[in-house]
C-alpha cells in the first residue's frame, strides 16, 4: 500500500510559482500530474531529459544493419538468382527495404519502450490519483513513508495552501498510480 | 523556457548598420569577380571554351537565384499558414529575396547574351538549329523548347514573382510605420498567389534551365528534385545569415528555439532531398532502358567521387550531425552543418550541368570568379537590405507569439 499528499491547483500559472515556492521551503516533491504537457515543468522539477529517443536511434541503426545483411545473405549466399540482369549485390534495391524495416523497427519498439515506462502493458488498468487531473486539475504530489511525522504532514499540507493549491487531501493506492 | 522571454523587451529601433568594412569588402568581391568573368571571357577558346565559360556562370547564376527564390518561398508559405515563429528574424528572407531582381537579371543574361554572341547558346544543345532539323526527338520537343516560349515564360513568371515580392517586402516595411493589420491582410493575398504561381513555375524552372541541357533526356522527378535542393539551401542560408547576425551582437531576441527549428527544417528537407533524388535515380537504374540511363552513365563514369560525395555531404552529414536536439540548438554545430549543405548542394547543381556540357570535372577560374562575384553580391544587397528597416519588425500581429516561442 503507497500513501501520497496531493495538492491540486487549477491554474498551470500558479502551479509553476507553487513549485518554486515549494522548492524553497524544502519539501520534496515526488511528481506533478498534469492533463496536458505544461511547458517549463520538466526544467523547474529538475527532472533528466528523456532517453527514448536515444534508444529509438540505436533499435533503427540495429534494424538497418539486420536488414542489409539478411538480405545480403539471402541474395549472394543463400537464395542468388539474377533478377532483370542486375548482379546478385543490388544495394539500390535493398535501400527502399532497409528504410521501412528502420522506421518500422524504431517506431514499435520506442512505443513498446514508451508504454512500459508508463507501467501500461497489456492488463494493466492504471488508476489515477484523483480523476479530475485528467480533465482540468494539476496535482503536485508528496510521498507519505513511515517516517513522515504528523507535524511533516501538517507542514506539507500548509506550503501547499500557501502555494494556491485549491484542495489538499491524502490518498492511498494499491499499486503505481 | 528556463527565462521568461519578456524580460528582453524588444528594442524597437534595432537597426542594422554595415560597417565600412563589410562595404568594402563585399564591393571588393563584387569587383574582383566581374573582372575574373570578363577577363577570363578571353581564356576559354574555341566551341569547348565557350561552352565551359557559359556552364559555369549559367551554374552560379541558378544556385543563387534558387537561394533568392527560396527566401521569397519561406515567406509566402509562413504567411499563408500563419506562421508566427520566425517572425522576430523575417526581416533576413525579405532581405535575401529582395536579391531575386538582381539574380534574375542576371541570369536572363547568361541565358539569352550567348544567343546574340554565337549562333547557338553553347550550353543548350536545342538551340541549334542545324542539330534540330536532323534529330527527330529535339524536333518533336520545339513545340516546347524554342526561344520565344522560353523567355516568354522566364520573362512572365519570374516577373510575377519578383512584383509579389517586391508587394509583401513594401507592406512589410509599411507595416512597421503604422500599426494597422490591413497590410499583414493584404500580404496573405500577396502570399497564396506567390504560392500558386510558385507552384506552377518551379519545375518549369528546372526544365528550362537545367532539364533541357540534356535535352533527349527527361525525368518526371526533376522538378521537385530541383526545388528540394533549392529549398534547403536557401533555409541553410537564412540560417547562416541570422547567425550571423547574432553573432555581430543583433537579434537578441532569436532565441536557442528559432534556431532549433531552423534546424528542423534543414534536417528535415535534407532527407526529402535525399529521397526525390534517390526515386529518380532507383526507378532509372531498375528499368535500365538506354535512353534513360544515359544520364546516369555520364554522372557515374567521370564524375564518380562527386556522384557519391553530394550523397554524403546532403545526406549523410546533416543527418547524423542534425540529428539531436542539441545539435540543433547550438550555433556553431548549426553553422557546419549549413556551410556543409550550401556547398553539397552547389555541388549538386554542378552535377547536373557539367556532365552534360563540359563533359570532364572542371573547376578553375571562372568558377571561382563567378562564385566570388556572387557571394560579394550577395552580401552586398542583403546588408542594404537588412540595413532599410528595424531588424524586428514592430506591429507584425504575431511578434509576441515568436517572441514567446518555445520548443
Known amino acids: ?54 534508444g529509438g536511434f540505436w533499435v533503427g541503426a540495429a534494424a538497418a544493419i539486420t536488414a542489409v545483411s539478411f538480405m545480403t545473405w539471402v541474395f549472394t549466399a543463400n537464395w542468388p538468382i539474377i533478377f532483370g540482369g542486375k548482379p546478385y549485390f543490388s544495394f539500390p534495391a535493398f535501400i527502399p527495404i532497409t528504410f521501412e524495416f528502420t522506421v518500422l523497427n524504431a517506431s514499435f519498439w520506442m512505443t513498446f519502450a514508451f508504454l512500459v515506462l508508463c507501467h501500461l502493458w497489456p492488463g494493466r488498468f492504471r488508476e489515477s490519483l484523483d480523476p479530475r487531473t485528467t480533465s482540468h486539475l494539476f496535482g503536485v504530489v508528496f510521498k507519505i513513508t513511515p517516517r513522515t511525522t504528523e507535524a511533516d504532514l501538517q507542514r506539507m499540507r500548509e506550503v501547499l495552501l500557501q502555494a494556491g493549491a485549491v484542495e489538499v487531501k491524502e490518498r492511498m493506492m494499491e499499486k503505481h498510480y | ?51 565551359r565559360y557559359w556552364s559555369a556562370l549559367l551554374t552560379v547564376a541558378v544556385f543563387f537565384q534558387g537561394i533568392a527564390m527560396a527566401s521569397c518561398f519561406f515567406q509566402a508559405a509562413t504567411y ?47 538551340t541549334d538549329h542545324e542539330a534540330v532539323a536532323h534529330d527527330p526527338i529535339m524536333a518533336g520537343k520545339t513545340p516546347y523548347l524554342n526561344l520565344p516560349f522560353f523567355f516568354i515564360r522566364f520573362v512572365f513568371f519570374v516577373g510575377v514573382l519578383i512584383f509579389l515580392t517586391y508587394m509583401m517586402r513594401k507592406n512589410s516595411l509599411l507595416e512597421d510605420q503604422h500599426n494597422d493589420l490591413r497590410y499583414y491582410r493584404s500580404n496573405l493575398t500577396y502570399a497564396s498567389l506567390f504560392l500558386v504561381f510558385f507552384a506552377l513555375y518551379i519545375s518549369v524552372t528546372a526544365w528550362d534551365w537545367l532539364m533541357s541541357i540534356d535535352t533527349h533526356w527527361y525525368s518526371t522527378m526533376y522538378g521537385w528534385y530541383t526545388f528540394s535542393s533549392f529549398w534547403v539551401t536557401g533555409v541553410a542560408v537564412i540560417t547562416l545569415v541570422v547567425i550571423f547576425l547574432k553573432k555581430q551582437g543583433y ?40 535512353e534513360e540511363t544515359a544520364y546516369f552513365r555520364a554522372r557515374y563514369d567521370r564524375f564518380m567521387w562527386l556522384f557519391y560525395g553530394i550523397f554524403l555531404m546532403n545526406f549523410l552529414a546533416p543527418f547524423l550531425i542534425l540529428m539531436s536536439r542539441d545539435a540543433k540548438r547550438k550555433m556553431t554545430v548549426l553553422t557546419v552543418a549549413a556551410i556543409i549543405i550550401i556547398v553539397g548542394h552547389f555541388a549538386d547543381f554542378y552535377l547536373m550541368v557539367y556532365p552534360g556540357t563540359v563533359k570532364t570535372p572542371q573547376f578553375g577560374l571562372i568558377e571561382l570568379c563567378a562564385l566570388v562575384f556572387y557571394f560579394g553580391l550577395f552580401l552586398y544587397t542583403t546588408f542594404a537590405q537588412l540595413g532599410k528597416a528595424n531588424l524586428v519588425p514592430r506591429h507584425h500581429p504575431f511578434l509576441q507569439e515568436s517572441l514567446h516561442h518555445s520548443t
Not at chain 1, 521551503?25 to 531529459?49: C, N, S, W, Y
Not at chain 2, 523587451?9 to 560597417?19: A, G, Q, Y
Request: with cysteine; proline share 4%.
Open chain 2, 1 to 51: 523556457m528556463t527565462e521568461h522571454p519578456m524580460e528582453h523587451p524588444v528594442r524597437s529601433e534595432e537597426k542594422f548598420v554595415m560597417t565600412e568594412r563589410q562595404k568594402f569588402w563585399s564591393l571588393l568581391l563584387v569587383a574582383l569577380g566581374a573582372a575574373g568573368i570578363v577577363g577570363s571571357y578571353f581564356l576559354y577558346h574555341g566551341h569547348e571554351g565557350h561552352v
Open chain 2, 251 to 290: 537579434l537578441s531576441v532569436v532565441t536557442e528555439s528559432h534556431l532549433h527549428d531552423l534546424g528542423k527544417l534543414m534536417f528535415a528537407f535534407s532527407i526529402f532531398w535525399t529521397y526525390l533524388t534517390f526515386c529518380q535515380f532507383m526507378l532509372i537504374w531498375y528499368a535500365n532502358i538506354p
Open chain 2, 80 to 126: 499563408v499558414a500563419y506562421g508566427g515563429w520566425h517572425t522576430v528574424f523575417k526581416r533576413v528572407p525579405e532581405a535575401i529575396g529582395m536579391f531575386m531582381p538582381v539574380t534574375a537579371f542576371l541570369l536572363l543574361l547568361v541565358l539569352a547574351l550567348p544567343n546574340l554572341m554565337y549562333d547557338h547558346h553553347p550550353v543548350y544543345h536545342w
Open chain 1, 1 to 54: 500500500m503507497k500513501h501520497y499528499l496531493l495538492g491540486l491547483f487549477d491554474d498551470e500559472e500558479v502551479l509553476l510559482k507553487a513549485v518554486d515556492y515549494i522548492k524553497s521551503h524544502h519539501l520534496r516533491i515526488h511528481d506533478v500530474v498534469t492533463p496536458f504537457a505544461v511547458h517549463g515543468l520538466d526544467q523547474k522539477l529538475g527532472l533528466r531529459e528523456s532517453r527514448l529517443h536515444v
